[in-house]
């Protein structure tokens, strides 16, 4: 079932007339049958859209279609969605049977039947076997399954999960994001999955929302948003470690970091040193400072764009080990996970500030060394100052 949301705003108003525009002339299409991640952060309007999907938030403007079908004025009950939220709100004096059964009696399916749909569902979702169970006698991830069978029990034309792995920890996160992933291909039900996680967003959609003050900042593929973001916010939200974000310019159809010129930087280095004492040995520290200049003039890129001052992102996977590349930089910390390796590396125009940079673990780079990088052009962005937009 195809979802279209045509111009939609939904706007707050408080008891002293304060006004919030949660939603903001929102268009988007949620395509049948695929699972999509409305993503953004706390705040943005994720779940005020997805309530009015649901039915239960009315917007002041605009038009909800699931297919050809008018649903902005449908009673939630009328619109067959099935809703999971953050909290799972499983009724806890009944059993897992009585709870994944209670959407069935309330529409009168005949008792036979709903038994048998209920544990059909129970099987899809896992929890088959813990069906005369309270909900406090399970975990919070078999909690979770049992509010996705609930919801999946009436066969909705939507499944719509607010957050719905907030609160497990973890490894249960990882493990409960496949079940869904698995449960919703193997039921091909259209599905919105709300979370302000975008590496979770990233690994479990089909299509991301990206959404910013009630505002659409993009939808697409994962990967073609992470590797073609529209505009900083898009850039800066997807991608660990983080996109690297420093002032540049374009001059000459070059992309130049800082202003191209040189920029020094103090460092203070504390030596130990070992002296004799007669029959002692004293271990002495040695505190010297030192002034490093560091060039920027050096073009990272090319570019067709005019000159102008811009923000550059670079990804971290962008920086090769090179040691004839064009930037030079000091190593300040190294963190290993295995796979790769993040050097942490001190923005010499900007102190206080770091860079993130992966590189492969075989390279065995050490705090203090200096290393060469040259970058990988499709790695590069470049933004507008004002507008955030990509150049
Ligand atoms: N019932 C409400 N009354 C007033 N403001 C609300 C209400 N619900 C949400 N908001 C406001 O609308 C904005 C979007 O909220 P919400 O959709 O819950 O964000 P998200 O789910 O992305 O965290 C926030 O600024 C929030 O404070
Ligand atoms: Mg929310």
Redesign the pocket.
Same mark, same amino acid.
């Given at each position: 079932m195809e979802i279209k949301l045509q111009n939609i705003t939904?706007i707050?108003?408080?008891k002293d007339k304060s006004k919030?525009v949660? &939603?903001n002339s929102l268009d988007i299409t949620i395509p049948s049958g695929k699972l999509v991640g409305l993503l #953004?952060? $706390? #705040?943005? #309007?994720? $779940? /005020? /859209?997805?309530?009015m999907i649901a039915g239960l938030l009315d917007p002041n403007e605009g038009k909800i279609f699931f297919g050809d079908e008018d649903v902005t004025d449908a009673a939630p009950e009328d619109r067959g969605i099935g809703l999971v939220f953050q909290n799972y709100a499983l009724y806890p004096h009944m059993t897992v049977r009585q709870n994944i059964m209670f959407p069935l009696e309330n529409i009168r399916v005949p008792k036979e039947e709903a038994l048998i749909m209920a544990q059909e569902m129970a099987d899809l979702v896992g929890i088959g076997e813990l069906m005369n169970r309270k909900p406090k006698q399970l975990s919070g991830g078999q909690q979770q399954r049992v509010a996705i069978a609930r919801a999946l029990v009436k066969k909705p034309r939507v499944l719509l999960l607010?957050?719905p792995l907030s609160n497990l920890d973890a490894r249960l996160r990882l493990q409960t994001r496949e079940e869904i992933k698995r449960i919703q291909r193997e039921t091909g039900i259209t599905t919105i999955f &709300?979370t302000?996680d975008q590496e979770e967003a990233m690994s479990i959609s089909d299509e991301i929302i990206l959404?910013d003050f #009630?505002v659409k900042q993009q939808i697409g593929e994962p990967q073609d948003i992470y590797d073609s973001p529209d505009n900083l916010f898009v850039a800066k939200f997807l991608g660990t470690p983080p996109i690297n974000i420093m002032d540049g310019q374009i001059k000459s159809k070059k992309v130049m970091i800082a202003d191209g010129k040189k920029f020094k930087m103090k460092t203070v280095e504390i030596e130990q040193k070992v002296v004799q004492e007669g029959e002692q040995e004293i271990v002495q520290e040695v505190q010297t400072m030192e002034v490093k200049e560091y060039e920027f003039n050096v073009a990272i890129a090319g570019t067709k764009a005019k000159s102008q001052k811009v923000v550059v992102g670079i990804r971290p996977e962008g920086f090769v080990v090179d040691k004839d590349g064009p930037l030079k930089l000091d190593v300040y910390m190294v963190e290993t996970i295995g796979r790769d390796t993040t050097l942490v590396i001190k923005d010499p125009t900007d102190e206080g500030r770091t860079f993130r940079v992966i590189v492969d673990a075989s390279h065995r780079v050490k705090p203090g060394q200096k290393i060469g990088f040259s970058i990988k052009r499709d790695k590069v962005f470049m933004f507008n100052k004002e507008t955030g937009e990509l150049i």
């Open positions: 939904k707050f108003i408080a919030t949660a &939603v #953004g952060p $706390s #705040g943005c #309007g994720k $779940s /005020t /859209t997805l309530y607010d957050e &709300v302000h959404m #009630g």
